[in-house]
């Protein structure tokens, strides 16, 4: 603890200098690394996604089930940040068991006023705010409106018509489609359009178009676009009208929303796209959709990352026939919009310096306001458990393949049913992995590391009152580390292999994808100093970009898997690397690659939050190895950097020629 508090202390005349480093960047549209995109731009659970633009923003939201729904913001429609909870953890009705929560959601701008719908238990709701950060009110239900011979359902959308009418996409059940006219209070006017006629039953007694859900509806061109999805296996079906009207007659016959003949859709990671929102237009002339598809390649093997937030352009032809292209593996042109700084969505560092909760994290079903708190103890975030059987969890989704999540946890078990620290579950509920403080049968202090029926434990040495954690994951290998001074860590047993967490499960995973975070269970609250998503000073995939232009992955014959393709121009992102702050005393001056080549190599510059328009912090020199598997490593002074930031690797050297292939990388700070 002394020799932390010492490098704060020396640390802070150094940020003094490095201020520039540690503001947000506004990114030039025409970086390189803004020109071009690949999907997801929402990695980890985003279900049955809306889109809503206001003005030049773009908001996002939609199922979240049991996890606490966000709100997402976007200038760019590829940058995306978390802004609001609009639902309260601490509303009665939320409940708290895998697949149950909010279903549906979309937030819109109506009256002067923003509006968030959704439903709970087959029951509409709304809150309102003055802003779309809120705070929002507690919900108000929307009354079944006796005009319409079913209730309002799940999965609704809302549409806001250019004369100030709004309407309520409603789903109820496989046979029931419906669109509801809405008054300024967000209850039914008593107009209804009831397109039960949409998804009748076939000779063999099957819905023709499965279950028509999700439905959005959208205008262009003085037609009104009404899209579905079959199901969540896959397809998304769209029709249009001169009208909104109940009048099976003025209505196109349903076709496919997407491109499914695109000569690449067999290879597409990301298949079947369904539950898409409603289009929109950019004043460019270009449109856009999200939606949200599981990742259903090599065996659905991360399928339980959930249903991705992707984006995909929209077109129209001369006759006003819509289609959106297939989310195939290739680089997007970006639409022409400005980033404003907004960084990759992964999960941020939090220090909880802070008088609320960032609204990324969600809470785990409901939870009282008060088993949470950021002002009993300044700069650190009080979680307590809901019961001594029930924990109480704030949770992240769980975006990616590799990364290194850090705590510091201050806490005091009393017996092995009292654990605090970081936690990897699944959607359903029922697997965890974890990296925890307990006690054992022998009511000595220990840290475990766990998993199923996998556990390490070893005894808790340490003076310190608080104690370090670590969780990497490699794919699907995970490593515990347990450290008293977040320099010198020391690993927990072995490691664990979480295929089981990351593949298909039955129940669609409780409908969500797995979740990573911070729990406390037993009878003693704990307290957290930090959380981490990924740390500089770990081990970085360069398998795992999060966005990246020209490259691709090699796997050799010994399992070890390169970024490889690598030329002139080329680029990759690795998003959200923590370097160090006063909280976590650490500023990185050296960067460690490990790469192989078999021509002369060339040249990995390094560049924060985008490419010519962030800041270079070095240039690493890549030279032949004697072979692809042959890997060796390079190093390169950086500039001295703090923050969290998206580290961009842009590639130089001769034009034509690949020029080397990544291994991993990580950062070497002057404090280790």
Not at 114 to 133: H, L
Not at 228 to 249: H, N
Not at 615 to 625: G, L
Request: proline residues 5%; aromatic residues 12%.
């Amino acid at each position: 603890m002394t020799q932390i508090k010492s490098m704060k202390y020396k640390i802070a005349t150094i940020l003094i200098g490095l201020s520039s480093l540690l503001q947000p960047l506004t990114a030039d549209a025409q970086s390189p690394s803004f020109k071009t995109f690949m999907n997801p731009v929402i990695p980890g659970d985003h279900s049955d996604c809306t889109l809503t633009k206001v003005g030049s923003h773009f908001y996002t939201t939609g199922s979240s089930f049991n996890p606490t729904p966000v709100i997402y913001h976007s200038t760019d429609m590829i940058h995306w940040e978390a802004i609001a909870q609009p639902v309260s953890a601490d509303w009665p009705l939320y409940g708290d068991g895998a697949s149950g929560g909010c279903w549906g959601g979309q937030m819109v701008f109506y009256n002067n006023q923003y509006w968030d719908f959704f439903s709970r238990a087959n029951t509409m709701y709304f809150v309102t705010a003055d802003k779309p950060e809120g705070p929002w009110t507690m919900p108000t239900k929307v009354n079944n409106p006796t005009q319409l011979p079913y209730g309002l359902g799940y999965d609704n959308s809302i549409f806001i018509d250019d004369d100030g009418k709004w309407y309520m996409m409603v789903k109820n059940g496989q046979s029931n489609n419906g669109i509801v006219e809405l008054d300024k209070t967000g209850q039914a006017t008593g107009v209804v359009y009831d397109l039960k006629w949409l998804n009748p039953q076939n000779n063999d007694g099957q819905t023709v178009f499965s279950w028509a859900e999700g439905p959005v509806m959208w205008k262009h061109n003085g037609y009104y676009y009404y899209s579905f999805a079959r199901d969540v296996s896959g397809g998304q079906k769209v029709m249009r009208s001169k009208t909104i009207t109940a009048d099976q007659t003025a209505w196109t016959t349903p076709v496919n929303m997407f491109n499914e003949n695109d000569p690449n859709k067999s290879k597409a990671i990301f298949s079947g796209p369904n539950h898409a929102s409603a289009v929109v237009d950019l004043p460019d002339g270009t449109s856009w959709l999200l939606h949200p598809v599981w990742s259903r390649a090599n065996n659905d093997e991360w399928y339980g990352q959930g249903r991705q937030g992707l984006i995909n352009q929209v077109k129209y032809d001369a006759e006003n026939n819509v289609v959106a292209e297939y989310p195939v593996n290739m680089p997007n042109n970006a639409p022409l919009l400005p980033s404003s700084g907004i960084s990759w969505m992964v999960p941020t560092s939090d220090f909880f310096s802070t008088d609320k909760l960032h609204p990324e994290w969600s809470f785990l079903g409901y939870t009282p306001s008060s088993l949470t708190s950021l002002s009993a103890r300044p700069g650190w975030l009080r979680l307590s458990p809901k019961n001594s059987a029930k924990a109480n969890t704030v949770i992240k989704t769980d975006p990616e393949h590799n990364y290194s999540l850090i705590t510091r946890l201050d806490f005091k078990p009393d017996s092995a049913s009292d654990e605090a620290g970081l936690r990897l579950m699944n959607g359903m509920e029922t697997l965890f992995a974890k990296v925890y403080c307990t006690t054992n049968s022998k009511a000595d202090k220990v840290i475990c590391f766990s998993y199923d029926k996998t556990h390490y434990e070893v005894t808790n040495t340490s003076t310190e009152k608080a104690v370090w954690l670590k969780l990497e994951r490699t794919n699907h290998e995970l490593s515990g580390f347990y450290s008293t001074d977040g320099v010198k860590w020391i690993v927990i047993g072995e490691k664990i292999n979480v295929t089981a967490l990351d593949r298909f499960t039955r129940n669609y995973n409780g409908w969500c994808g797995n979740r990573q975070g911070l729990y406390v269970q037993g009878r003693n609250y704990a307290d957290f100093d930090l959380y981490i998503y990924r740390d500089a000073y770990s081990t970085i995939l360069a398998e795992c970009p999060a966005n990246q232009f020209g490259t691709q992955r090699t796997d050799l014959a010994d399992g070890v898997t390169l970024l490889d393709d690598i030329h002139s121009n080329d680029w990759a992102l690795y998003a959200g690397v923590e370097f160090g702050s006063k909280d976590y005393p650490k500023i990185s001056t050296k960067i460690t690659i490990s790469a192989s080549s078999i021509t002369k190599g060339g040249k990995v510059e390094v560049w924060l939050d985008s490419i010519n328009a962030g800041t270079k912090i070095a240039t690493c020199k890549i030279s032949n190895t004697g072979g692809i598997s042959r890997v060796r490593k390079f190093s390169s002074k950086t500039t001295p950097t703090t923050g969290r930031h998206d580290v961009y690797l842009k590639f130089r050297g001769s034009h034509g020629e690949k020029l080397f292939a990544l291994k991993d990388f990580n950062f070497i700070s002057s404090g280790n």
